[in-house]
């Protein structure tokens, strides 16, 4: 299993880029997405001249960057690919593309079919530029479960077409077995999204559907995902891709987010050897 430690710095871009890689270093992480929004370090205006820069600077201070937090739709990938050539020009082998939103009442089996139909065009594209498309399993989504990214991927090509897994959002909707879902989706299957959730529960009124039990974002060593198994399942498909750490708990403190990213980022590396050792 070859497993690179990214992060997605989504309340880091008070961070100038030599910070970010110090960031990187001081938490024992390997390397960072690039990030292409507005307000960061790489917005979707200035793309050609800040990705380039972006990049050498981060080589600059040993840190290869090769994953990228894009956020393009199948259609915008479809009508113009320009946006892809820049990031391959760059050294980025994939990208986190955006997710296919259900509208209300919508069909849901006409609304699979149309995003497998675009997710043909979406590899045809991604084969022709020479770059991967990750596709994220996330709640509130279109796609909140392996079996439904299956559904979008499967027969095409994994080296330009791969799939996310992630473990907060699929315990919020669409938690499947690891090992199930890792075997379905075999090479598609080339990242994770590292972040985990725990229950609690408050009193409840009487008109509380939920029964007064909440997720909230928590660290890997107290959330409720068994990482063993997910390290596990990854390793049995002889997984070749990016964990990429979300810490979206203490938002407003940096300070005390990065102490958990380290400890998280400590935590996750013991697992990965644990496992690697097992027979």
């Not at 020479?130 to 994994?158: E, S």
């Not at 379905?184 to 985990?196: I, N, R, S």
């Amino acid at each position: 299993m070859k497993a690179t430690f990214s992060i997605f710095p989504k309340f880091y871009k008070h961070l100038d880029v030599r910070g970010l890689a110090a960031l990187v270093r001081d938490v024992g992480l390997d390397t960072t997405n690039a990030v292409i929004r507005d307000g960061y370090w790489v917005t979707p205006g200035g793309l050609a001249e800040e990705m380039p820069a972006f990049v050498r600077a981060m080589d600059a201070e040993g840190v290869k960057v090769t994953f990228c937090t894009a956020g393009y739709s199948a259609a915008q990938v479809i009508a113009d690919d320009t946006p892809l050539k820049v990031l391959a020009d760059c050294g980025i082998t994939a990208f986190r593309m955006g997710y296919f939103r259900p509208g209300r009442d919508v069909d849901i089996p006409a609304a699979m079919d149309a995003a497998r139909a675009e997710m043909e065009q979406v590899a045809a594209v991604c084969e022709r530029v020479g770059i991967r498309a990750v596709y994220q399993v996330h709640h509130g989504t279109l796609v909140p479960t392996a079996t439904g990214a299956y559904y979008l991927v499967r027969g095409l090509p994994p080296a330009h077409v791969g799939v996310m897994l992630d473990p907060g959002n699929q315990a919020f909707e669409g938690f499947e077995k690891w090992q199930r879902s890792a075997r379905m989706l075999g090479a598609h299957f080339c990242a994770v999204g590292v972040k985990d959730v725990a229950w609690s529960r408050e009193p409840a009124g009487p008109d509380d559907e939920a029964k007064g039990w909440r997720r909230t974002w928590a660290t890997l060593d107290e959330g409720v995902t068994n990482w063993h198994d997910v390290v596990r399942a990854a390793k049995s498909v002889d997984f070749d891709g990016t964990f990429v750490w979300m810490p979206f708990y203490d938002e407003g403190d940096p300070d005390e987010m990065t102490r958990k990213l380290q400890r998280e980022v400590a935590y996750l590396r013991k697992v990965v050897a644990e496992v690697e050792a097992e027979a």
